[in-house]
């Protein structure tokens, strides 16, 4: 069978096109390099600003300002009018720390995680082990005693939640329901986000002991304490709490296929008779077509013992192997697929 090239791929038809492809990593190290320099919560804080300004508060040597400069604004994350920059409205929507949907925290993983992980591709590749330090076992755990990295690890998976949270708010018939169980759902931002939208709803997180002191701070500062619970355990090992609607949302490609299947069916048991299963992650297309969901899943063979992404039908075939037999499959955003399961009254 010959599958067509992705969109990515198809523009690809000289030596120079290979060329850029090539040095599409510095595209992403302007990003990441501005985001650490803290240009972009700069610009939001201060205005329009010259060169020589942001040279000075930045603490820059001055060399290669220009270009650094000039390259963002190519990439259409500043913009340059006469000689001031000002921030893009998707850089003054997503990179601005304190904004909805802020996504900060997924660049600090990237630039700290991802991008070293991806030097060692070829390793990964030849053994099928992962690249980072923290993929063994009983690290994830030292991780989150360590307030210095827990920290920046609770915004990453803010940053990945806040981008769902708009799409599922809309995706699924919540005033159909009561109670939400978000499990694995770190510190409650989505569960936070959707109990804001619905006030109706009650809402709760199933997730590993450590995150029950970051859950109170977040959901109080999201206004929604009163209904929201913490329940701590290992969902391998402890039984899960009832609710209307139980999500797995980006859990399931951190594990092997034998391990979701397993926590389909822990997770599929505790739905209220009438109520649901969601499960949402970057799935994959049957076959090859589209890139950034194909690249999410070498990020999880980079970084997981057993993880990757999957076709919506292995979630389908997990759920008919809980006992579910109706299914739906949505697309969540453009970056994500949500598939439900439907259990009778």
């Not at 210095?148 to 609770?154: C, E, M, N, S």
Request: with cysteine; proline share 7%; charged share 15%.
């Amino acid at each position: 069978m010959t599958i067509a090239p992705a969109p990515a791929t198809a523009a690809l038809r000289s030596p120079t096109d290979v060329k850029r492809l090539a040095n599409a990593f510095c595209h992403a190290q302007l990003l990441l390099t501005a985001d650490e320099l803290g240009l972009f919560a700069d610009l939001d804080r201060h205005g329009p600003s010259t060169q020589e300004q942001v040279t000075e508060r930045l603490g820059l040597a001055g060399r290669g300002v220009n270009d650094f400069l000039s390259g963002l604004v190519l990439l259409g994350l500043i913009e340059l009018t006469g000689e001031v920059y000002t921030l893009t409205g998707v850089a003054a929507e997503t990179l601005v720390p304190g904004t909805p949907r802020y996504i900060g925290g997924f660049l600090r993983r990237a630039s700290r995680m991802l991008y070293p992980a991806w030097g060692h591709l070829g390793a990964a590749l030849r053994t099928g082990q992962p690249q980072t330090a923290g993929a063994g076992p009983g690290a994830f755990l030292q991780m989150l005693a360590d307030p210095a990295q827990r920290g920046p690890y609770l915004t990453m998976m803010d940053s990945a939640s806040g981008l769902v949270a708009p799409h599922l708010i809309r995706a699924f018939s919540w005033t159909a329901h009561a109670s939400v169980l978000d499990v694995g759902g770190c510190r409650g931002n989505l569960v936070g986000r959707l109990l804001g939208a619905y006030p109706h709803l009650h809402g709760a997180v199933f997730d590993l002991p450590p995150m029950a002191e970051p859950f109170g701070e977040h959901t109080a500062a999201l206004s929604v304490a009163e209904r929201a619970t913490f329940h701590a355990g290992d969902f391998f090992r402890d039984e899960l709490p009832t609710a209307d609607v139980v999500m797995l949302g980006h859990v399931l490609h951190n594990w092997s296929p034998e391990e979701r299947a397993a926590l389909i069916a822990r997770a599929w048991a505790a739905v209220a008779p009438g109520g649901a299963l969601l499960v949402y992650d970057a799935m994959l297309p049957e076959t090859p077509a589209d890139l950034p969901r194909t690249l999410v899943s070498l990020n999880m063979l980079l970084v997981t013992e057993g993880g990757s992404e999957y076709p919506a039908s292995h979630c389908q075939n997990w759920l008919a192997a809980a006992g579910c037999t109706t299914t739906e499959v949505l697309p969540l955003g453009s970056t994500d697929t949500l598939v439900i399961g439907r259990k009778p009254r």
